[in-house]
């Protein structure tokens, strides 16, 4: 267990709609990942927020959203869902600098 | 912007076989280097990671790996390998741009255990 948690561990829904991903750091980590993981494109990194701030941006599509908040927990909003979107989402969380990412359970999402 | 190669894709090896699993990156600067496995079904677990100092480091389970610099490479090894070893392995690298704190993975390599 590496103390990061993430909800759902499973969701289906259809096309054009929206979900909500949420993850919780370890305790005393301020930096949120998240990573998408699809048999063609592998394990990419979407964004990074450090203490509420975004910090990074990876290969994030515009229907894509996230967020950090107050309490350091994160959550990834995927809207206009399409067919193509079916994946597992991984959170993982560290201190904060170039250090060690700890990753969460993930999220299966299919988009049926 | 890095990348990270590992050219093997799948291995199938019997149990008590040694396993080198490779991984090159490109990027000329800092790098940290990082393995995680990950078992079916489950998420990605830290095997052993390499920031600074000794290039040999060794991780959870058996496993090290050699940083070499001049060859931009950061192989896995593990002397005799087990059943349970079967997973899936990610070799990733975090560069130092300034940009973030991103990890950039290879393509993982599905290693399968025969008894």
């Known amino acids: 267990d590496s103390g990061v948690t993430q909800t759902p561990k499973h969701l289906i829904t259809a096309t054009g709609q929206r979900v909500t991903l949420r993850c919780s750091p370890r305790?005393?980590?301020?930096?949120v990942y998240w990573y998408q993981q699809s048999l063609d494109q592998g394990l990419q990194f979407l964004i990074q927020?450090?203490?509420?701030?975004?910090?990074a941006k990876g290969n994030i599509l515009e229907r894509f959203s996230a967020q950090q908040f107050p309490d350091l927990h994160s959550e990834l909003n995927l809207s206009s869902l399409e067919l193509g979107d079916s994946a597992l989402y991984f959170c993982?969380?560290?201190?904060?600098?170039?250090?060690?990412?700890?990753f969460g359970p993930g999220t299966r999402l299919t988009v049926l | 912007a890095q990348s990270v190669s590992q050219h093997n894709h799948h291995v199938i090896l019997s149990e008590a076989a040694s396993l080198e699993l490779g991984c090159n990156y490109s990027?000329?600067?800092?790098?940290?280097l990082f393995w995680y496995v990950q078992y079916p079904g489950q998420h990605l677990q830290l095997l052993l990671k390499?920031?600074?100092?000794?290039?040999l480091v060794k991780g959870i389970k058996g496993f090290e790996a050699e940083f070499i610099k001049s060859k931009f490479s950061f192989n896995l090894r593990k002397p005799s390998v087990q059943w349970s070893d079967t997973a899936e392995y990610f070799c990733?690298?975090?560069?130092?741009?300034?940009?973030?704190?991103?990890?950039?993975f290879g393509t993982g390599t599905q290693l399968k255990v025969e008894l």
């Open positions: 990027y000329g600067g800092t790098v940290n």
């Open positions: 390499y920031f600074s100092g000794d290039p």
């Open positions: 305790s005393g980590d301020l930096s």
């Open positions: 990733a690298v975090n560069a130092f741009t300034g940009g973030g704190n991103k990890l950039t």
């Open positions: 993982a969380s560290s201190v904060g600098g170039p250090d060690t990412q700890y």
């Open positions: 927020y450090y203490n509420g701030e975004e910090r």
